[in-house]
């Protein structure tokens, strides 16, 4: 039998006692529910109540937020979200986290991240950056390592940026042109990508 871990540490600057005393609150256990009470209104809350993470205060009265096994870091954002509609709804945090197993199973190490506004949580993972990474080597093959796309020179670039007509790096508007190309055949459209 093998385990699965996740596990992050990460710190949320709060900048007064004030911030301390409700991200404090919000950790306490309440009834009726018996959940700590910032999951109070989570979204389906299941059987387990356990916040996620532990919390310990950094010498300068900061959040200090991991997890050294089985971290939810879903819940955390949660929390954090709360926060910043709170007291910081222009700011942002993030959160990265690494996943591992105790044995070497192909497929079980990895890790990903978000990104925590007032008003989104952008999620993104290990998995997807080298899914898109494969699917850029996939279309642009071993061109990208020679310096330039036999179909796509970067002459032809270099005259649409001097025009205004992209403001695309070199190889992204490749891809571009790629995907213009594949729409063509297919009959349907981009949205632009410049």
């Known amino acids: 039998m093998a385990d699965n871990y996740l596990e992050f540490s990460e710190v949320l600057v709060l900048g007064s006692p004030e911030r ?3 991200l404090e609150d919000q950790l306490t256990r ?12 989570y979204p389906d809350l299941d059987d387990d109540d ?11 009265g ?21 926060y910043l509609k709170r007291f910081s709804p222009e700011s942002s945090w993030s959160l990265t986290w ?27 993972g290990v998995a997807d950056q080298v899914k898109a990474a494969r699917d850029r ?15 796509h020179p970067a002459g032809d670039w270099e005259f649409e940026v001097g025009n205004s007509e992209t403001r ?16 063509d055949d297919t009959g349907t459209t981009t949205d632009g990508g410049e």
Not at 50 to 60: H, Q, S
Not at 170 to 182: A, F, G, M, P, R
């Open 50 to 60: 356990e916040k996620g993470f532990e919390l310990e205060w950094t010498p300068e």
């Open 168 to 183: 695309l790096g070199y190889w992204d508007w490749v891809l571009h042109k790629i995907e213009s190309e594949e729409d």
């Open 30 to 41: 309440v009834a009726p529910w018996e959940c700590v009470k910032f999951l109070v209104d």
């Open 62 to 82: 900061h959040a200090l937020f991991f997890a050294e096994e089985n971290g939810n870091a879903e819940r955390l954002a949660y929390l954090v979200q709360k």
């Open 20 to 22: 301390q005393s409700w």
């Open 137 to 151: 080597f996939r279309r642009l093959g071993d061109h990208e390592v020679r310096g330039e796309h036999r179909d």
């Open 98 to 124: 690494a996943t591992r197993c105790s044995k070497m199973r192909p497929g079980e190490f990895g890790g990903g991240g978000v990104l925590v506004t007032a008003n989104e949580l952008f999620w993104f």
